[in-house]
């Protein structure tokens, strides 16, 4: 969306059928792939302010997600959804300290009022997930089918065997198995087949001429 009409791209998202608001928090650090984004915890807090009734879906990419969960679940967040690459870093790649640190982390965001997610980049396996997923500690799962952080990459097929390996594994213990990335029409269609019952999209629907059409279109795609 336009960063210089946030309010207003809101706006018109909601009134063209949109459900969530996703919103990338990332701070050039390795855990975000070194993506910068303009969006902070002013923009949830002014997304609020203009779409009260919409929900509000932070993805965090960040190099501490701890340190910012306070600030954006009183900003209005719904959802905070952190990476799991960026407790990878904290741990050294000791997974089993990764996946401490993720359950801790999910205590936090739950206790400050938020529903937790976990998002995975192409490169990190299903499997990682398991266990979050499996003691209910997150009710989404997001899998990136672009690299994080930069809008309008081309769609990354092998992220639809990762959605299929989740669906299979959990189906509707998982509320909520999210696509984001290269989202458009065909690509969604192909996610919801995959098991998806979440799509993404930046550039399909702000870049449209006709939001409410393309927003439709990705509607039909999760029904068909």
């Known amino acids: 969306a336009d960063a210089g009409a946030i309010a207003a791209a809101a706006r018109d998202a909601e009134a063209a059928g949109a459900e969530w608001l996703h919103v990338d928090v990332f701070d050039g650090s390795a855990a975000a792939d070194g993506a910068l984004s303009s969006l902070g915890p002013q923009t949830v807090a002014a997304l609020r302010r203009a779409t009260p009734d919409l929900f509000l879906d932070v993805h965090c990419s960040l190099a501490d997600p ?16 952190f990476q799991l690459e960026a407790l990878d870093a904290h741990a050294d790649g000791d997974e089993a300290a990764a996946e401490a640190a993720a359950f801790a982390l999910c205590e936090q965001i739950r206790a400050a009022g938020c529903a937790a997610g976990v998002c995975l980049a192409p490169r990190t396996p299903a499997a990682r997930v398991a266990a979050l997923v499996d003691a209910g500690a997150v009710d989404l799962v997001d899998v990136l089918a672009v690299e994080p952080g930069r809008g309008g990459q081309p769609f990354q097929r092998a992220a639809l065997a990762k959605v299929a390996e989740l669906y299979a594994s959990y189906g509707a213990r998982l509320p909520y198995l999210m696509v984001d990335g290269g989202v458009n029409a065909e690509t969604g ?8 019952n ?10 449209a001429d006709d939001m409410a059409a393309a927003i439709e279109d990705l509607d039909d795609a999760l029904a068909s």
């Open 198 to 207: 979440v799509l993404v999209s930046g550039s399909t629907i702000f870049g």
């Open 189 to 196: 269609a192909e996610a919801a087949a995959a098991g998806a």
């Open 66 to 81: 701890a340190a910012q969960v306070s600030v954006l679940a009183a900003a209005g967040a719904h959802r905070i959804t």
